[in-house]
Structure formats: structure tokens, C-alpha cells
């Protein structure tokens, strides 16, 4: 009898797993069965196809170069994130259109930046032939290339070789504007890389025409003069439009160096440069010889004008200040602006002259062919910059942009954090000996002499700038933890005011560690002015286009926050005075007037520094190469201080001298006679400009303050919304 037992649900369950196992095997199995067929077909296929001996080198010779393409292309986008980081996407054209008048005390116009909008004109609007001469000068491709021109490089670069020096450029129009633009001046690798991504990214965002319109509007043409337009009125006394060839001609020839080619500056040299721009404009086609001989025959005549140009380097520091201050809301809509600013003519002048007349008369023997200089207020007040030798050759700001090792004139911050911290008194006894510090092997830094001093106080081993003491300090700042002693030195720093962040290496307190020169009077000025933290500024107000003021910067040293406490500040400045009147710095001493400071000299003379205030300024001064190079043995007590010492001088003659915070003088400070006589070469450089530069003594200031205030003016109300004090 057949058994009808009844499954179960688990008995099914087994049965159907079974054969889904059944399945997948037999899948599995057709599967592979499939997979060598089609491999056996694709070996067989391969074997027909085997190149022959020349067809292997080919491919082999595809395969690294498909390698090393996307090699390429990763290092292309690393390349790149550097420039684009300098982009803003959504205001990167619209914050360059601001037109601002910078002006003096007085009210005297000392420069202009941005865009005159009004006379801002399309390529079609303007001249042909000024055109065709901007083209036939700097980029005769323009209309052909994507940003960069590799046959115009090539060719800039046979030349160079063939003139052995640099004789012709290879960079596009569009290349000149997006450093125009976006970056500065500085003659790097990093700086060439970012520029040709920037200007594929240009090409990529703006028309040709655009693209010209912007450059013709925003180069430099010398004398403190940016655009065509401007160029036309200054030099020629005319519209844009009404330009002759040979004027149009005269123009073009100031984008390679404006300072060189200013007729306002050298006149035979400048018609000779048009000259040149005529025969360009024939090579390329643009004209025949026969246009050109009129022009030729007579040359340009530029209108007489003072060379008024002053501060130039100032003025694109107020520049970015403004634009930052647009950037954070704090000027509203506004783009035709009005800065009443800090700089004082007369001593940037002064400052200018100082500043060339050291390199003229020293710099050959010393081997230094570039200097710095800024000279600030106790509230941040920017009084004088001078951001390089010569503006028309470089814009690049040495004074605000350069990076360079302050060797021991970084040394007081790391005291100031050890007075902060209580690790040390000036008076405290110190011990100048072999010291070591551990980073995977034994770093032990020496003494300039090689030798060791023993036992000084704190005071005495700052004023002798002995090496050993600040590595000392740090470690105990860190507790005997190098790097957390530097993390304390990096937040003194930027209780002073700092803006960069220094390379956290273990030199940095010994000033091995890169900062700017305004970083380095921003820091002093923090101690100068007793302990509070400044931000530094050339805005001392902003009006509007119907004068009413929108922004005011900070007014006296009591709105400014406290950075450190009064009685640190009081310390460090009774050291620094020791630097001056018994170290290093004697060459700053100035004759009545207490100065206080530090002197700095970077390995193989790279750099040489002096920083330092009086109880009315703080000033920041720098010497060095361009390229890096060393100078001959030129330290910071030499021409730095020799500098600082003949423009504080000039700044003192205006005020009544004040004593130093802290410094206890055995006598006042005083109008001392011997002062002007330090400050009398300003008269000597002023003749350049046809004019002596006067400074009225304190009691003459006072009555002109008088004056001003008796006559009636119109003063616009203050903005609820814009703060009476900036903080820093």
C-alpha cells in the first residue's frame, strides 16, 4: 500500500533549495564554459593582430605617453587649485570697477585708483590705430591664441638667448591681465604657472574684446596713471579719442616699462620707444611705411606736467583696503569713493628719496639692489610705503607682499611671550651657552662669533642678540616642549596683529620663519603704542560720491583692543632701548629722541632688517635682493638703521616729541637742533620734483589747525551702520 505521508513545509523547502543549488551550478558552469570560449576567441584574435618589431616600439611609445598624460593632467589640476583659489567666482570682475580718490590732510588729491566709469570705453569707441599699436607691441596673436601663445614664446625666447638678457616678453595680453587682476608683480615660477592657468580661464569667461578693453583700462602707463584714457589726459591733455599716431604711438610704448618710457621722465627715450611701436605696427601689417613717415617725422609732444606721482605703492595697499572693506559690506553699494588718507606727502617723499639715495650711494658696495620701508602711527595709521626701488619697473610691493626671514629683529616676540608668561624679567640672569634642541637628531645653533657670552641678564642677551637665549625661551614657554613653545610665539603673534602665519619650524625663533615688513612694524607697534593691537591702514575716512563719510578708522590708541598687558609692553620696550643705546642698532640713535628696537641679519647676508619707534612712530625697514642673493656682509645695524635713523627724523620735526612707554630717560625727550640737520636731505630730493618739501613745527600746525577751524566747511553725517573703529 503506497505511503501518502504528507511533505512538510521544511521538506519543501529543502527540495526547492536543492534545486536552485542545481541551477546556480549549472549556471555557473555555462558561464565559464562561455568565458574561455570568448577568451579563446580574443587570445586568437591578439594573435592575428601581433605588430611587428617597429609596431611594438609604437605602441610601447603610446603607452608612456598615455602614462605620463595623465601623469600631466593630475599635476595640471594641482597646478591649478593655487591660481583659482585668487578667483572669486561670483565678484571677481565686480570688485575691481571702484573709482577712489585718495587725498591729503589738506584735501590735495596724492592718486587715484580703479576705474573712471564714465570714461571707460569699448575697443570699438577708441582710436584704430591706438589699437593696433597696443597689439603690435605686446601681442600681435591676440585674436589667434587661447591665452598663451607658444610661437610668441618661442620666439621671446630665441631673442633673449640670441641678446643674451631679457630683451623681449613672451607673455599675452590676456596672461598681463590676469596678473593685472588677480595677482601681483612678484618675478616667480609659481607666479608664471598661476598666470597662464588664470588666462586660459579669462579665454574661457570673456570675449576677445572684453578682454582687451579691460587690459587698455587697467595697465599701468607710469606717473601714477592706469588706462589709456587716463594716459591721454595726463600726457597729452586730450580725450582718447582725439590721440595722433604718433601720440596713440607714444602710449603703446609705456605697457613694457612705463617708468623708462614716461615722457614726463625722458623724452628722447620715449620717442625712441614709439619709433619702435611704428615699425611693429608695419611688421605686423597693420600700416605701411609710408602712414607711418608723418608720425615719424613728428614725433609726440607731451604737455608740461610736474611728476606728482608719489606713494604709488601706498596707494595699491589703500586699494586692497578698500576693496576688503567692500568685500565685508562695510561701504554699501558704493563704488566712486573718496579716501581722506593717512599718508603724509612730505614724508613719503622724504621716505622715497632716503630710500633711493641709500641704494645710489651704498648699494653697489653693499651688493643689495632693493629696499622697504613702513612707517606707521601708534593706531596703524600708514604715514609713509616705499614697496620697492622703482615702481614703474615693478609693482610688486616688497613691503606688504614680499616673504622674507627677519633674522633677529623677530627675537623680541619670543621675549614679550616670555614676560607674558612670567618666564622671565628683564633684569633676570640668563646663560649664554651650548644649546641643543631634538628633532630627530640634535640641532644646536650658535652665536654669530662662534662663541659663548655666560651669564647677563635678559636685557643685556636681547641688546648683544645672542642666538642661544630665545631657543632657551621657547623651552620654556613649551615646558620643555619645543614645538608648544613656538604654538605660544605664533599666538603672541597674532595678539600684536600679524596677518600672515609663520612656517612652524624649529628656527622660527631665532627669525628663520618668513613675514612681510608691515607684519614686522604692525608687531612693534603693538608694544610702542603700550600693549594694544593695531591693524594697519591708509583709510583714515571714506566719503561717498556726495561726501558724506561711510567709514572712519580708529582715532586714537585707546579704541583699539588690548593685545598684551601695559606693564609687558612697558618691558620689552626698556629692552629694545637697550638694543639701540648699547647693542647693536646705535646707527638709529636720533639726537634728543628716545628710540627703541632690533636690528636682523639672515644667513649669507640674504637680509637685513631695523625695527623700530620712537614715542610718536613705528617704522619697519628692509634691504635684500630680488633673486635671493647675498649682499656684502650688509647687516641690520648698517644701512637699515642708517635708513630708519634719516626718515624717523623727518617724521619727528612735525611733533612734539613724546617719551617711549616704559623707558624711564634720565632726561625728557626734546626738540633737539641736530634733528633737522639729520633731515635735511629731503630739501636735496625734493629738487626732483621742483619743490621743497617744508614741515611746519608743532606751534605752525597748531595755528593752521586754527585757521581750518575758523573757516566754515561742510561735513557730511557718519553712517549708523558703519563703526567709528575698525578692529583689527
Same mark, same amino acid.
Given at each position: ?6 511533505? *512538510?513545509f521544511?521538506? &519543501?523547502? %529543502?527540495? =526547492?533549495?536543492? +534545486?536552485? !543549488?542545481?541551477? $546556480? ?11 574561455s570560449e ?35 593632467a593630475?599635476?595640471? *589640476?594641482?597646478?591649478? &587649485?593655487? %591660481?583659482? =583659489?585668487?578667483? +572669486?567666482? !561670483?565678484?571677481? $570682475?565686480k570688485?575691481?570697477?571702484f ?19 564714465a ?15 597696443a ?18 614664446l618661442?620666439?621671446a ?20 591681465l590676469?596678473?593685472n ?10 607666479r ?23 587690459y ?20 597729452f591733455?586730450?580725450?582718447?579719442k ?18 623708462k ?57 589703500g ?50 639692489r ?22 614703474g619697473?615693478s ?6 607682499q ?41 640641532w644646536?645653533?650658535?652665536?654669530y ?14 641688546a ?25 610665539v ?22 628663520v ?16 603704542n603700550?600693549g594694544?593691537?593695531?591693524?594697519p ?25 588690548r ?9 620689552i ?20 629722541v628716545p ?17 623700530g ?11 635684500g ?9 650688509m647687516?641690520?645695524?648698517?644701512l ?33 637742533p ?55
Amino acid at each position: 500500500m503506497a505511503d501518502f505521508r504528507r511533505i *512538510t513545509f521544511f521538506e &519543501k523547502l %529543502a527540495r =526547492r533549495l536543492r +534545486d536552485l !543549488d542545481a541551477r $546556480l551550478e549549472d549556471g555557473v558552469h555555462r558561464a565559464g564554459e562561455a568565458l574561455s570560449e570568448g577568451l579563446w576567441r580574443i587570445r586568437n584574435a591578439s594573435d592575428r593582430l601581433e605588430p611587428s618589431s617597429a609596431g611594438r616600439v609604437v605602441v610601447a611609445l603610446a603607452c608612456e605617453a598615455l602614462t605620463y598624460a595623465a601623469i600631466g593632467a593630475v599635476l595640471l *589640476t594641482a597646478l591649478a &587649485k593655487p %591660481a583659482f =583659489r585668487a578667483v +572669486d567666482e !561670483d565678484n571677481w $570682475l565686480k570688485q575691481q570697477d571702484f573709482s577712489v580718490t585718495f587725498i591729503d590732510s589738506s584735501g590735495q588729491v596724492i592718486g587715484r585708483r580703479g576705474i573712471v566709469h564714465a570714461k571707460s570705453l569699448s575697443v570699438e569707441e577708441l582710436p584704430e590705430h591706438l589699437v593696433k599699436a597696443a597689439l603690435a607691441t605686446e601681442d600681435r596673436r591676440f585674436y589667434d591664441h587661447w591665452g598663451i601663445d607658444p610661437s610668441g614664446l618661442m620666439r621671446a625666447l630665441v631673442v633673449n638667448a640670441r641678446a643674451s638678457g631679457v630683451v623681449q616678453g613672451g607673455s599675452t595680453i590676456t596672461q598681463q591681465l590676469a596678473k593685472n587682476l588677480f595677482l601681483n608683480n612678484e618675478r616667480s615660477l609659481e607666479r608664471k604657472i598661476k598666470e597662464a592657468f588664470l588666462a586660459f580661464w579669462l579665454e574661457a569667461r570673456l570675449p576677445k574684446q572684453e578682454i582687451l578693453r579691460l587690459y587698455l583700462d587697467r595697465a599701468y602707463l607710469g606717473n601714477g596713471v592706469f588706462g589709456v584714457q587716463a594716459a591721454a589726459e595726463h600726457y597729452f591733455g586730450k580725450d582718447v579719442k582725439e590721440l595722433s599716431l604718433a601720440e596713440a604711438a607714444m602710449i603703446a610704448g609705456l605697457f613694457k616699462a612705463p617708468s623708462k618710457y614716461s615722457p614726463g621722465v625722458n623724452l628722447p627715450a620715449a620717442r625712441a620707444r614709439a619709433a619702435d611701436v611704428l615699425s611693429n605696427m608695419v611688421e605686423a601689417g597693420f600700416l605701411t611705411q609710408g602712414q607711418i613717415a608723418a608720425a615719424l617725422r613728428n614725433p609726440a609732444s607731451p604737455v608740461e606736467r610736474a611728476n606728482t606721482a608719489i606713494a604709488e605703492y601706498a596707494l595699491d595697499f589703500g586699494f586692497d583696503e578698500i576693496k576688503q572693506l567692500a568685500a565685508q559690506g562695510k561701504l554699501g553699494n558704493e563704488r566712486s569713493l573718496t579716501v581722506k588718507a593717512s599718508i603724509d606727502p612730505a614724508l613719503q617723499r622724504h621716505a622715497e628719496f632716503v630710500a633711493d639715495s641709500m641704494l645710489r650711494q651704498y648699494g653697489p658696495s653693499y651688493g643689495v639692489r632693493q629696499n622697504a620701508i613702513v612707517l606707521m602711527d601708534h593706531t596703524g595709521a600708514v604715514r609713509a610705503m616705499v614697496g620697492g626701488r622703482d615702481y614703474g619697473a615693478s609693482q610688486f610691493n616688497r613691503a606688504t607682499q614680499a616673504q622674507r626671514p627677519p633674522g633677529s629683529s623677530f627675537k623680541p616676540f619670543v621675549y614679550a611671550a616670555a614676560l607674558l608668561d612670567g618666564v622671565i624679567k628683564p633684569e633676570t640672569v640668563v646663560v649664554d651657552k651650548p644649546t641643543c634642541v631634538y628633532i630627530g637628531r640634535a640641532w644646536c645653533p650658535q652665536n654669530y662669533g662662534r662663541s659663548y657670552a655666560g651669564a647677563m641678564p635678559a636685557i643685556v642677551a636681547l641688546a648683544k642678540s645672542i642666538n642661544t637665549i630665545p631657543i632657551q625661551l621657547n623651552e620654556k614657554l613649551g615646558k620643555g616642549n619645543h614645538k608648544q613653545g613656538r604654538a605660544r610665539v605664533h599666538q603672541m603673534l597674532r595678539d600684536v596683529g600679524f596677518s600672515n602665519e609663520l612656517r612652524d619650524i624649529p628656527g622660527m625663533p631665532l627669525g628663520v620663519s618668513e613675514v612681510t615688513v608691515i607684519d614686522m612694524a604692525t608687531g612693534f607697534n603693538s608694544y610702542a603704542n603700550g600693549g594694544h593691537k593695531t591693524r594697519p591702514f591708509i583709510a583714515r575716512e571714506i566719503l561717498d560720491d556726495h561726501g558724506r563719510v561711510i567709514w572712519r578708522g580708529p582715532q586714537s590708541v585707546e579704541e583699539l583692543p588690548r593685545s598684551l598687558p601695559a606693564p609687558v609692553a612697558q618691558d620689552i620696550n626698556r629692552m629694545m632701548r637697550q638694543v639701540v643705546t648699547a647693542g647693536t642698532g646705535g646707527k638709529a640713535q636720533l639726537p634728543g629722541v628716545p628710540v627703541a628696537g632690533k636690528t636682523g641679519t639672515t644667513d649669507e647676508y640674504r637680509n637685513a632688517w631695523f625695527v623700530g619707534f620712537t614715542g610718536n612712530f613705528t617704522a619697519a625697514v628692509w634691504y635684500g635682493n630680488d633673486d635671493y642673493s647675498g649682499t656684502n656682509n650688509m647687516t641690520g645695524g648698517s644701512l637699515p638703521a642708517m635708513t630708519f635713523q634719516q626718515v624717523m627724523a623727518f617724521a619727528m620735526l612735525e611733533v612734539e616729541p613724546k617719551p617711549i612707554i616704559g623707558v624711564n630717560e634720565a632726561e625728557p625727550p626734546r626738540r633737539d637742533p641736530a634733528l633737522a640737520g639729520l633731515a635735511r636731505a629731503a630739501e636735496t630730493g625734493a629738487k626732483a620734483d621742483g619743490a621743497k618739501l617744508y614741515r611746519l613745527s608743532p606751534r605752525g600746525r597748531a595755528l593752521m589747525r586754527e585757521i581750518e577751524g575758523a573757516a566754515p566747511r561742510e561735513s557730511g553725517p557718519v553712517s549708523q551702520a558703519a563703526p567709528s573703529a575698525p578692529r583689527g
